[in-house]
């Protein structure tokens, strides 16, 4: 029969029974479970060193000839290893020989025997004058063989499930690939003649070739291809889903004297990145179409100014305004913000969250036109009633269901978003590919420098005396530690642990606590007296990340900042130099860790955001800012391939030229990502 996808693997006579039974325990029972079950990397094997072996740092490829075998006991439990000397098979050896060695695999003798040809893969290192190679992987060879699997050739690595190893799904995979048709599976993408460099190519032959590709040349080409077909799958839910933003029709909300007397009472003039990105969002608002725009801006650049002075053009109209937050502490800190400005302008606030529920009492008109809060603002029907603008602070931390619950909350209402994690380009264009995006790229001229150091963590008592005299200057402090108890399992000092010793190092000054564990009343005191002055300094964990705003706080010490991403250390560091004093952000390390030394050193050279995010999207990848969260489905296979803006740039111009054609996507092809595509993420009434 011709083996298809949906081809049991018991129907293939190359699989043994006992492989097939292995891959349908661990799920796998068709072909399509092998064949979509991409390889993670891949090892160029196709150089063979046949002449000589030599010491080497990586791993090596050799064809040789198994000339002795034996058994090696030792220990009184009888512990040993298995090992075969082997001498190159494709030329003189030159009496040079090479131990392979299997440690506690004494049934190696069962496999390996005199007289076998190999190709053996793996690190060759001398002792003694010897040369060894433990653990190698390793390929008997018959003598009418021609094709390998395993070695001589770009050989897969897979990501593996318990009980399967590399070499049982690489045999299957190779099988299933031999006996695929040229056209086995249907493209998503356009026809191939109209990707120019992916002229010829098609989502079959890609997807072999990621497998079993004949060159690294081709074997890049079928990845690109396939990160491209999946970037369009992303592209046409986005714009899609902007389409039927802008055509659900929403509100013209036109800012006018409030918007102009908010700035002109405010005790600081807005930078020029400020005042662009306000006149963009008020284009927006102005217009009959509904806003979908994200504001993005690096920590402390001022985006909460212009979301309050949007805001206003809202309340001019008529309307309601809400400001969702992610945080309790957050939630209240716009809210004294939002009562400091807008009270005088004759507003009412509102604040609700989980445990507090507070208007302000500026008039009484009956309705509150200025509304903050967490999510408790999706319960709360009897205050939001009118909403006009919904501003969503730090979205990245709501669910899309959250989102789109308070949306619906108004007549399809102008939306922003914010963001201070900054972004990469190629991922603004994915994951806010429906936005239209305003940058705050300045920070304002009042806020004072920041100065970084990465120190070992033997330095805390020269910290300890630096940090006295900043407290007898009158400074504040963050103490910020990963954990909030100490762990048995790791070496790490925790947050309690830390406010013990700080208590006793500070006597003279008040130090408070502050972590996840605490209720939220217990959490908004905590804060209150650290922004009071009460506190001088607060022992935390990184529950203040986001937005915490303590002008008078200069000084912050991050403990074990190795287990931090970039991005989270910029954000942490971001609650300090609010101000107008120089700030000192200090990374404790472990004395002897270089690669975190190394690792951090971008943060002693720059406080830019976007380039620390670019640096991290190198190391580290996207991680799952295209999680379940924010997608509906599983982070990209290929998520690496988004810093290649080409690449991502030509699945939007292919997903606009589809949706120009086919606005429904009824043609065959996109049968299986027609529901992700169109997923409920945006109010029913905008879809309609």
């Not at 949706?659 to 029913?684: C, H, M």
Request: net charge neutral.
């Amino acid at each position: 029969m011709s083996l298809a996808l949906d081809s049991p693997l018991n129907a293939m006579p190359e699989l043994s029974s006992r492989m097939v039974k292995t891959l349908e325990k661990e799920g796998l029972t068709q072909v399509a479970d092998v064949i979509s079950w991409l390889p993670f990397r891949h090892e160029d094997r196709t150089r063979d060193e046949n002449i000589s072996f030599q010491v080497s740092d990586i791993p090596v490829c050799h064809r040789v000839l198994v000339t002795k075998t034996g058994n090696k006991f030792f220990g009184r439990r009888g512990s040993g290893m298995f090992e075969a000397s082997v001498e190159p098979s494709g030329g003189a050896s030159m009496g040079q020989l090479l131990t392979l060695r299997w440690w506690g695999m004494a049934f190696m003798s069962r496999v390996i025997a005199e007289g076998q040809k190999l190709i053996v893969y793996g690190k060759i290192k001398e002792f003694k004058s010897k040369l060894s190679m433990d653990h190698p992987e390793y390929e008997i060879l018959d003598d009418d063989e021609t094709a390998t699997i395993h070695s001589g050739r770009i050989t897969p690595v897979y990501r593996l499930k318990a009980g399967i190893t590399q070499k049982t799904l690489r045999t299957a995979a190779w099988h299933i690939v031999q006996a695929l048709g040229d056209d086995f599976t249907q493209d998503v993408l356009p026809k191939p003649s109209e990707q120019g460099e992916f002229a010829g190519w098609n989502r079959a032959r890609a997807l072999k070739a990621v497998h079993f590709a004949e060159t690294l040349e081709s074997l890049e080409k079928a990845r690109r291809y396939l990160a491209l077909e999946e970037f369009y799958g992303y592209q046409l839910r986005v714009v899609q889903r902007r389409r039927a933003v802008l055509e659900s029709g929403g509100h013209a909300h036109v800012a006018g004297l409030l918007a102009r007397d908010f700035e002109a009472a405010l005790p600081f003039q807005m930078t020029g990145a400020q005042k662009r990105s306000l006149i963009e969002i008020q284009q927006d608002m102005a217009s009959k179409a509904p806003m979908n725009r994200l504001l993005h801006g690096d920590v402390g650049s001022g985006k909460t100014v212009v979301a309050f002075a949007a805001m206003l053009g809202a309340v001019e109209s008529g309307k309601q305004a809400a400001l969702m937050a992610p945080t309790q502490i957050l939630a209240d800190q716009h809210y004294q913000t939002a009562r400091k400005w807008l009270e005088p302008l004759g507003l009412r606030v509102a604040l609700r969250t989980g445990a507090r529920s507070e208007e302000s009492t500026a008039h009484d008109t009956g309705i509150c036109e200025i509304v903050i809060g967490t999510h408790a603002l999706l319960h709360d029907a009897q205050l939001v009633k009118n909403l006009g603008l919904v501003v969503i602070d730090e979205q990245h931390k709501f669910g899309v269901a959250q989102r789109a619950k308070l949306i619906q909350k108004g007549n399809t209402p102008d939306v922003l978003v914010m963001t201070a994690t900054p972004i990469p380009r190629t991922l603004t264009l994915t994951i806010y590919g429906d936005l239209d995006v305003s940058t705050i790229d300045e920070r304002p001229k009042e806020r004072g420098k920041i100065i970084t150091k990465v120190r070992p963590a033997s330095k805390q008592a020269d910290a300890a005396k630096f940090l006295l005299e900043q407290l007898e200057e009158g400074r504040q402090a963050y103490l910020v530690y990963p954990l909030i108890e100490e762990s048995e399992k790791l070496d790490v000092t925790a947050a309690k642990k830390g406010h013990e010793q700080w208590c006793k190092l500070l006597p003279n000054f008040s130090v408070g606590l502050l972590h996840g564990k605490l209720d939220a009343e217990e959490k908004d005191q905590v804060m209150r007296d650290f922004r009071s002055g009460k506190h001088e300094v607060l022992v935390s964990t990184t529950v203040i990340e986001v937005g915490v705003d303590v002008p008078n706080a200069s000084v912050m010490y991050i403990h074990h900042a190795e287990r931090y991403g970039l991005a989270q250390l910029h954000q942490l560091r971001g609650r300090i130099g609010r101000g107008e004093h120089t700030s000192y952000c200090v990374l404790f390390v472990a004395d002897k860790d270089e690669e975190a030394k190394s690792r951090l050193a971008i943060m002693e050279e720059t406080t830019d955001g976007f380039r620390i995010s670019e640096e991290d999207l190198k190391r580290r990848g996207p991680g799952d800012v295209l999680g379940k969260a924010q997608s509906g489905q599983a982070p990209l296979k290929f998520a690496e391939l988004l810093a290649d803006t080409r690449l991502v740039r030509l699945a939007r111009q292919l997903a606009e030229k589809t949706l120009d054609e086919d606005p429904l996507l009824k043609a065959t092809r996109f049968a299986d990502i027609r529901a992700f595509i169109f997923q409920e993420d945006v109010p029913q009434a905008m879809m309609q």
